[in-house]
């Protein structure tokens, strides 16, 4: 089926880990600027003001962290390399991990700054806006990276880094492609605006890449057309660059997936939005664990936006995560109405 039982893990997660005080603000307006180059809209608080909250949650989060309760909830042995602070939120990190079955043992310690925090505020659209102070994780270098103990990995997710440890991304990608070890990829801001040109040599080491759409366009300098042939030239250009699998995701319109012999392209499931937060790290280890199961990209696809669905209907990053055996459930049931 998929689990090889002489590797020790079946998926490393490496990047952020964080403690997040997600907090449902209604009253919080939202603008929008249009220019030449297109539209951005901004969340708008009365500056000065004092303003209600309608719900508020403390939680963990982080992409290493998010991918990581997915990965273990759907069945696979996973291992997260992340750097916290010697701190409560730090230990409650762990314990969140602990408690779906993910091995913490790789993940190291900061003492000089705390773990990170995140104050993320929803709109009444569902969607947020993100207070981030990395903490720890910014400092994630190469001496922090148990290399010995993932050599044996048959998956590595990597997502976004900040600070110093953006740095990894090609040694993590040159590791995961001597090590046979298949590389699963999403990109922080920094990286993907200076494009292909900064990063082609680790595409080719990356086995499958997720990002949206607008990141997308970004990274690889593909402007917006009518139809798909727009994202169909993204996916050439990534493909050209050594990428097996492309995923661009595009939020309540759905995803595409190209293998760069076939195109593949899924709806999202319609779903009542509560807050939008770890939608993205929900697909794509939804996405990679399916891939692991045995599925082929279109079910992957489904089951990958099944597990986002779930996540963007709870309050909070991870709550929503679906088992493996509630994935395929979701996408069965929503397949036969």
Not at 85 to 100: A, F, Q, S, T
Not at 264 to 282: F, I
């Amino acid at each position: 089926m998929h689990a090889d039982s002489s590797r020790q893990y079946d998926i490393i997660t490496v990047g952020s880990a964080t403690e997040d005080v997600m907090v449902h603000c209604s009253s919080a307006g939202v603008i929008t600027m249009a220019d030449q180059n297109g539209e951005t809209a901004f969340m708008v608080l009365e500056y000065g003001g004092k303003i209600h909250v309608d719900d508020m949650l403390i939680s963990v989060g982080g992409g290493s962290v998010n991918t990581a309760i997915t990965f273990a909830k759907q069945g696979m042995r996973v291992g997260v390399v992340s750097k916290i602070g010697r701190d409560e939120p730090g230990d409650r990190v762990k314990r969140r991990l602990e408690e779906v079955g993910a091995y913490t043992g790789l993940m190291a310690y900061s003492d000089t700054s705390g773990t990170g925090y995140s104050t993320i505020i929803t709109a009444f659209t569902g969607e947020r806006t993100v207070l981030v102070h990395r903490g720890a994780s910014r400092e994630l270098g190469r001496s922090d990276i148990p290399w010995d103990e993932m050599a044996g990995a048959e998956w590595m997710y990597v997502g976004a880094l900040a600070g110093q440890s953006w740095r990894l991304y090609p040694d993590l990608a040159h590791f995961a492609d001597e090590h046979d070890i298949k590389l699963g990829l999403n990109l922080g801001t920094s990286q993907i605006d200076q494009g292909l040109d900064e990063y082609g040599e680790l595409l080719e080491c990356t086995y499958v890449i997720f990002q949206n759409d607008e990141e997308m366009r970004r990274l690889t300098g593909v402007e917006a057309e009518r139809g798909d042939r727009d994202e169909r030239e993204i996916c050439r250009r990534l493909h050209d660059h050594g990428v097996d699998i492309v995923v661009i995701t595009d939020g309540r319109r759905g995803a595409t997936a190209s293998d760069g012999r076939a195109h593949y392209t899924v709806p999202a499931y319609e779903v009542e939005v509560v807050s939008t937060v770890g939608a993205g790290d929900a697909f794509a280890a939804g996405f990679i664990s399916a891939l692991w199961h045995g599925r082929d990209l279109p079910a992957a696809l489904r089951l990958g936006a099944a597990n986002a669905a779930s996540v963007v209907g709870h309050q909070g990053a991870n709550r929503g995560i679906l088992t493996w055996e509630e994935a395929l459930q979701f996408v069965d049931e929503r397949s036969t109405r």
